[in-house]
């Protein structure tokens, strides 16, 4: 009780991140792989020389250092934890100690101050038992500084320990790193925030409300200094009580409340409504990226309640509550995946805008102009394209049920050299096609390739994406100058495509805007294209034949010939 009291009467003028500085190991919180491990060597007397403590801000590298300086020194040493009674421990608590010296290396980074310290760095401690040098942010240091602590930093004399502290471990050169242990700090989880807020609070007997903490601990991005600050802000701000609307304010967060408005806003369509409730976050200072953010982690949150109900604890954004469960019934997979997308895509483009409200409108908007699965059948375009494939389908069982007629059987048994027509009576260009194969270039084919999805994206900003759907199953498979042949797996996709004339237009258009040539477009079927390239394939092949055998008479063609095989083999003169 008696240290609580200090600690209260301290509040008064000092920050709690540092009245609450943790003064043992225990304290450290989220560390413990830390902590174990610098304890066990503190127990079995296995001291390095130098160790360096890294990672994010506000983890506790400082505080660890601090602790580790007072158990060597601890007169009740060896122990797992510092008395923090004795002179010693408290002489290095308040400062009075100068056998441990912590050192800015951002203000101390010239090659003068390193020399000073390896200097000095011979002279035996004066009231403890070990000298301990304490280097926060050591990645500021100067080559030339480096160089100077590198011969101390390897063998210093055996009652001086270098603890070195850094947030950029990469800027450190690698002959520094490979003369310390080196303790990987960690982000500390929103959870361990919360209790040692809530610790924090009832002992200084401050009132509050459960849901303020997540709120601060999420806005502290697992920095524990961070969150004391904003602890310590959302506390100046109160009345009596740390309410959660206290902590909506100060982090800049958005309520739950606020979003299941909107999430239900978004599934009715109401786009009136979700841009009204927009207009009254920003008016009252929500930051746009903060609330784009607290959106798309909403939506993951209802992602992962909707697939696994039982990892609540995994759930980072949203307190499970009545009206969340009842918005989560309501919305399919589907919707959130796409949510989610456009959610994500809008926090890039406002990046490097300056009209983020904008954006976020239009994301708004969309998100409420988005169609359901079940509801797109019920799009004109799709209703009419359903009719027209049930019609084919049926003449192709007409056509089938008709009898042959002998000249037709005798024809189709006998052999063709150019298989023109396909099974179900679509008429494929042969002609075309074999003029394309016979002019066929490389460089042509690549780039038609690598414009290829850009030119369906285009398609589909440009009101044309059901007639786009056609190319799904689509893909160009030879190309000369001006033509290209366009191979689809479904013979009936391929009819409709080649019978709209303005779909093909389109599609010669885009691709010149993105390659800058004019395309010509040729359709044709899977099959039909197999029987076309391989008919042709021989025809070349029959056509050049005396000049194969000329050469395969050479023994060195001959042999290879047997390892890679006549299809792979090109010979040139």
Request: glycine residues 4%; aromatic residues 6%; negative net charge.
């Amino acid at each position: 009780m008696e240290k609580a009291e200090k600690r209260r009467e301290k509040m008064s003028y000092q920050a709690l991140y540092r009245v609450w500085r943790p003064q043992s190991f225990a304290d450290v919180v989220g560390q413990e792989h830390i902590t174990k491990t610098l304890q066990n060597a503190l127990l079995q007397q296995k001291i390095s020389h130098a160790y360096l403590f890294s990672g994010p801000r506000g983890t506790g590298k400082t505080s660890a250092a601090k602790i580790l300086a007072k158990a060597v020194n601890c007169e009740q040493a060896p122990a797992a934890e510092p008395c923090n009674e004795c002179a010693s421990c408290r002489g290095i608590t308040d400062g009075s100690i100068q056998d441990v010296i912590e050192i800015d290396a951002a203000s101390n980074n010239g090659v003068d101050e390193i020399r000073d310290i390896r200097d000095k760095v011979k002279y035996a401690p004066s009231s403890v038992k070990y000298k301990v040098y304490i280097i926060d942010e050591v990645h500021m240091l100067s080559t030339g500084a480096f160089n100077a602590l590198l011969k101390t930093l390897e063998e210093p004399p055996g009652h001086v320990i270098f603890i070195l502290a850094t947030t950029e471990p990469h800027k450190l050169p690698l002959t520094i790193i490979s003369r310390c242990q080196r303790f990987d700090f960690k982000r500390i989880t929103a959870q361990a925030i919360v209790g040692r807020m809530g610790r924090i609070l009832a002992e200084s007997g401050q009132a509050y409300e459960e849901k303020a903490l997540p709120i601060i601990a999420r806005a502290a991005e697992g920095g524990m200094r961070d969150a004391l600050s904003l602890l310590d802000q959302a506390l100046s701000y109160s009345d009596a009580q740390l309410t959660e609307e206290d902590a909506l304010t100060v982090t800049g967060a958005v309520g739950q409340g606020m979003l299941n408005e909107l999430a239900e806003a978004i599934w009715e369509k109401d786009a009136a409504s979700a841009l009204a409730a927009l207009e009254k976050l920003l008016m009252q200072g929500k930051d746009p990226a903060r609330f784009a953010e607290d959106f798309v982690l909403y939506f993951r949150d209802m992602l992962l309640y909707k697939t696994a109900p039982n990892l609540e604890e995994s759930l980072s954004r949203v307190m499970v509550d009545e009206a969340f469960a009842s918005i989560v019934d309501k919305m399919e997979l589907e919707s959130i995946y796409e949510y989610i997308h456009i959610l994500n895509e809008t926090q890039q483009e406002m990046r490097f805008s300056n009209h983020a409200r904008i954006y976020l409108e239009v994301a708004l908007v969309k998100m409420c102009q988005r169609r359901a699965p079940a509801q797109a059948a019920e799009l004109p375009e799709i209703q009419g394209l359903i009719g027209r494939i049930q019609a084919l389908e049926k003449e192709i069982q007409q056509l089938r049920s008709q009898p042959v007629h002998q000249g037709e059987q005798a024809e189709a048994q006998g052999p063709a050299r150019r298989p023109s027509r396909s099974s179900n009576g679509f008429k494929a260009p042969v002609a075309k096609i074999e003029k394309v194969l016979s002019e066929a270039t490389k460089q042509d084919i690549q780039l038609i390739k690598s414009r290829w999805a850009e030119m369906l994206d285009i398609l589909g900003q440009r009101q044309m994406r059901s007639q786009a759907a056609l190319l799904n199953d689509a893909e160009p498979v030879a190309a000369s100058q001006g033509t290209f042949v366009l191979k689809f797996k479904y013979e009936i996709h391929c009819q409709m495509a080649s019978e709209n004339k303005r779909f093909i237009d389109s599609i010669s258009a885009v691709l010149q805007e993105l390659t800058e040539r004019l395309y010509q477009v040729v359709c044709v079927p899977e099959d039909a294209w197999l029987a076309i390239r391989q008919n042709f394939i021989k025809t070349q092949k029959t056509d050049s034949g005396e000049q194969e055998a000329e050469q395969s008479e050479d023994p060195l063609i001959a042999e290879a010939l047997k390892l890679v095989g006549e299809d792979l083999l090109e010979v040139k003169d």
